[in-house]
């Protein structure tokens, strides 16, 4: 089965997830990127007037634009394992746009939250909602300090 592991990441924490993701599935890999990207003021949800407050504020900001064009060889994948942080609850939105603009009819998607606080709430159902197509399965929230061991345990089981 060919993998891609697609991943969006503010901090760094859902990166480093899915590299250990992709390297014991050893899949291919795809860096989600917001056009323009989040600054640390822009992330910064106390403060009211940041971006990410501005958009949880009005659902329509939150239609992020994306650098760059789908992956390579999009087609060729079977499998898709789509990585996000959890904002407000629900998946970081530059996922959702992503996630919008691909079609994964044939495919099984496996959706993974990274988070401190938050659970995975309803952020796979609301994904598979936007999404086009796909065969998706439960998804499953790894804390952002996880261990390399912990994320290798969570690959074996989808195998």
Not at 4 to 21: D, K, M, P
Not at 45 to 72: F, I, K, M
Not at 143 to 157: I, N, R, Y
Request: charged letters at 30%; aromatic letters at 12%; glycine letters at 8%.
């Amino acid at each position: 089965m060919k993998t891609l592991v697609v991943y969006y990441s503010a901090e760094g924490h859902t990166r480093r997830i899915a590299e250990v993701i992709a390297e014991k599935l050893e899949a291919d890999i795809y860096e989600i990127v917001p056009e323009p990207k989040y600054s640390a003021e822009d992330l910064d949800w106390t403060n009211e007037e940041s971006r990410v407050s501005h958009e949880h504020a009005d659902e329509a900001l939150r239609e992020v634009a994306l650098a760059g064009e789908a992956p390579v060889n999009w087609t060729g994948y079977d499998r898709v394992i789509i990585g996000y942080p959890i904002w407000y609850g629900i998946a970081a939105w530059p996922t959702n746009s992503f996630v919008k603009t691909v079609d994964f009819t044939g495919k099984i998607v496996v959706p993974f939250c990274v988070s401190h606080t938050s659970g995975l709430g309803d952020s796979d159902l609301l994904l598979k909602k936007d999404a086009n197509g796909g065969d998706w399965k439960e998804g499953f929230r790894f804390f952002q300090d996880a261990s390399d061991g912990k994320v290798g345990e969570w690959c074996e089981g989808l195998e």
